[in-house]
């Protein structure tokens, strides 16, 4: 056994040779003594070791000014990921692989990819970080092929490489499924690091890095300008994430729209769902379980110099390069999310590229994309991405939610998704997000309130219970048809669906709450307003018995349907029809059946139900026609024929301008077409109108009479008739049709009933 001494001694000689090697030979010499210095770390000798630590000390020095020397990458790797070495062995050969990648070709940095891939997750994190940034660099490299398919990749020399070489400059074809490892975890692992490249962007001032507490205190000490604020992490990103990406410095413009079009190189190039690659996906998918062959070293591979640590200068290095690789194929679904991200980057090049391959690859905006938008892990990374620290459930450091652009890519996707819809507490959480969050933009709004009906439609019924008062409350006071204080929860109070981690406006500094900017988008957005509206309807179909005798959403209803632009006055007059269907069972004094249970409401009160009759009544006589329109189909639905108030109205319609209003009012005092077809034989017109249930001709006229006082008194041609013309031939087949039905049914004249006071009405 070689004493510690003579080890030593021998360090001491290898330390003089290379200190006295030419620059031009120093290359040659790392190969092989490089890989052998770091296993000696292993040692429990400290003298060794510190002799060592001085020779490694020395070759960073050397290789620092000699740019162009190459370090033995691959043999770096495989002694960074031998099992058998010692934590710090691995360490140190983690540090020179990360020195040695830019200095190596093209080729070896792309070798070292799939090696320092395989078994990723269960590495250290902070041997992970340093893997991932290597492996980043190194597919920096890729080019697309020339005139080639997506599928098609090649590996370019970077300028300062190929200038000293003339062979370097060729482009290499690169199977680029052959780089990706075969575990699913090794492989999400790249996926997340690549979608957080790819969100990455650069501070556009100052710097992202926290003041210390010692320089705060120096320039206060001074008198200078306290330090400028931290910027923000980019959206999508947390601070960690920036800190973990910014580790060797903030990148250079370049060469992060390097790093970006290489990962979606290599992201397009393994998609399964490319033409290039589809016959070789289905193969591989249809065979046994597929496993990537990757060369790795065993223990030993590395060794040499074992005891003097002597080196011939003359021995050249192996090539390395044998390799069996299989292919690994991405899906639509692993590519997502990243491809999302490039398509959204500030960078032109990455998004024009991002959006090639997200059309190509997976097409969103078809009908069908290539996705399963059902599957819960998509669904839960496509929130995840949206939401970032505004969901409550989300671990610190939670990252910024996704920014404008890209949450609009993702709306486009969930707003298709029932799984989506299903989702909760996230569901209403990215409602508030888009409409009321603090990186609201008009496009997003309008895609929250569309989003809001797609929830309300597709939610499970207790979930739907739970979010909808004060989800729907949010919403009419958005457009204005609630007070509001419930944009922001009670008066006094914090706000009762604000998403958590959204920072709050200060109106003292002038700021502009998210609540003001909804009402601001939502007022100029006919689109986003008829979604709120047809989310409303959605709402009062699921859950009627919530809006049962909620006269006061009917009050404003039919005050904003005189006022709402024609773009959204469709909408509008759907939200009234479900309201209208929703209290129907209640004004007509039977139980309600709640939405997703066996229990029933009770009937309205009294004094709701007078309420419905003065708003109809104020709204039939409306310059609005659709506001006319959307009363008397109200009288119609929600009474039964024998209510005279709702009759009294339709007979108003029935003498409308409107042929749509006049039908309405005809229909409901059951003189319509359909219903007493012209034409009829007498016994055909009595069994008609038998089937209508119609008042008694006695409660009409005492209601006309109680309605208009001059058809009690002597005829005076000089009086204006009560009704239009149409209204009143409309109540004499009324009160003719009530008659026949009542003598049909063996019912004796009412009391109040006599001829004199029918001929005095007809008089009038």
Excluded at 669 to 687: M, N, W
Aim: proline fraction near 9%; charge should be neutral.
């Amino acid at each position: 056994m070689v004493s510690e001494e003579d080890e030593v001694a021998a360090l001491d000689r290898v330390l003089t040779r290379t200190v006295l090697t030419k620059d031009e030979d120093l290359q040659q010499l790392l190969t092989k003594l490089l890989p052998a210095l770091i296993q000696k770390l292993s040692t429990t000798q400290p003298k060794v070791r510190a002799k060592v630590l001085e020779l490694l000390n020395h070759i960073n020095k050397r290789v620092k000014a000699l740019p162009s020397t190459q370090l033995p990458l691959i043999p770096l790797v495989k002694l960074a990921l031998d099992g058998s070495a010692g934590p710090m062995v691995r360490s140190f050969a983690l540090v020179y692989v990360e020195m040695g990648q830019p200095r190596a070709p093209p080729q070896q940095q792309l070798e070292a990819v799939p090696l320092l891939l395989d078994g990723l997750a269960s590495r250290p994190p902070q041997h992970r970080a340093v893997a991932l940034r290597v492996v980043t660099a190194a597919l920096a490299l890729l080019k697309p092929a020339p005139a080639g398919s997506y599928s098609e990749v090649v590996a370019a020399a970077p300028a300062a490489t190929a200038a000293g070489s003339s062979s370097s400059t060729v482009s290499t074809p690169i199977n680029a499924p052959s780089l990706l490892p075969a575990a699913a975890a090794d492989r999400q692992l790249l996926l997340d690091h690549a979608l957080k490249v790819l969100l990455y962007q650069r501070p556009s001032s100052g710097n992202r890095a926290p003041a210390t507490p010692l320089g705060l205190a120096n320039a206060a000490a001074v008198g200078g300008a306290p330090a400028a604020p931290a910027a923000p992490p980019p959206p999508g990103l947390s601070s960690a994430d920036v800190a973990a990406l910014e580790e060797k410095g903030v990148p250079a413009q370049d060469s992060l729209i390097q790093l970006k079009l290489g990962l979606l190189c290599l992201l397009g190039a393994a998609a399964a769902g490319v033409p290039g690659n589809a016959a070789a996906a289905a193969k591989a998918a249809s065979s046994a379980p597929a496993a990537v062959a990757v060369t790795r070293s065993e223990p030993g591979d590395n060794t040499a110099a074992a005891g003097s640590m002597e080196v011939d200068q003359q021995q050249p290095a192996a090539a390395g390069n044998s390799k069996a690789l299989s292919g690994v194929f991405l899906t639509s679904e692993e590519l997502l999310l990243p491809l999302l991200a490039a398509s959204c980057d500030p960078y032109e090049a990455v998004a024009r590229r991002g959006s090639d391959l997200l059309v190509k690859i997976i097409n969103p905006d078809a009908a069908r994309p290539a996705v399963d938008l059902e599957s819960p892990p998509l669904v839960k990374s496509l929130m995840t991405l949206m939401l970032g620290d505004q969901d409550p459930s989300a671990a610190p450091p939670a990252p910024t939610p996704a920014g404008p652009a890209l949450a609009v890519r993702i709306m486009t996707l969930l707003v298709r998704s029932v799984a989506a819809a299903q989702t909760f507490p996230a569901a209403p959480l990215v409602m508030s997000a888009c409409m009321f969050g603090p990186s609201s933009s008009p496009r997003l709004v309008r895609l929250g309130a569309e989003w809001a009906g797609w929830v309300f439609k597709h939610a499970e019924s207790h979930q739907l219970r739970a979010m909808a008062g004060p989800v729907s409350a949010r919403l009419m006071a958005a457009v204005g048809l609630a007070e509001e204080q419930a944009l922001t929860g009670e008066e006094g109070g914090e706000d009762g669906m604000q998403v958590d981690g959204a920072p709050a406006a200060n109106p003292a500094a002038g700021g502009v709450s998210s609540s003001s900017a909804a009402l601001s988008s939502l007022s100029g957005s006919a689109e986003a307003r008829g979604h709120v509206f047809s989310a409303l309807a959605q709402l009062t179909q699921r859950l009627p018995d919530m809006f049962q005798g909620d006269t006061v959403l009917a009050t404003r209803l039919f005050a904003a349907l005189s006022v709402e632009p024609a773009g959204s006055r469709t909408a509008l007059q759907e939200a009234l029809g479900g309201l209208a269907a929703a209290m129907t069972a209640g004004m007509q004094g039977q139980p309600a059946a709640v939405g997703g249970g066996d229990i029933a409401a009770g009937p309205v009160d009294e004094s709701k139900r007078t309420e419905i009759e003065q708003l109809l009544m104020k709204n039939i006589t409306s310059d609005q026609a659709s506001v006319r329109l959307c009363a008397a189909q109200w009288a119609n639905r929600l009474f039964p024929r024998t209510h005279m108030p709702s009759r009294y109205i339709c007979l108003l319609a029935a003498g409308d301008s409107k042929p749509e209003v006049r039908d309405v009012g005809l229909s409901g005092l059951g003189l319509s077409r359909v219903q007493i077809p012209p034409g009829s034989t007498p016994s055909a017109y009595q069994t008609a109108v038998s089937k209508l249930g119609l008042p008694s001709p006695g409660n009409i006229i005492d209601y006309l009479v109680h309605r208009h006082k001059q058809l009690a008194m002597t005829a005076d041609l000089s009086r204006a008739l009560p009704l239009s013309d149409p209204s009143c031939q409309a109540l004499v087949e009324f009160i003719r049709a009530a008659a026949t039905a009542a003598a049909a049914s063996g019912q004796g004249p009412m009391a109040s009933y006599t001829p004199q006071a029918h001929a005095l009405l007809l008089e009038n």
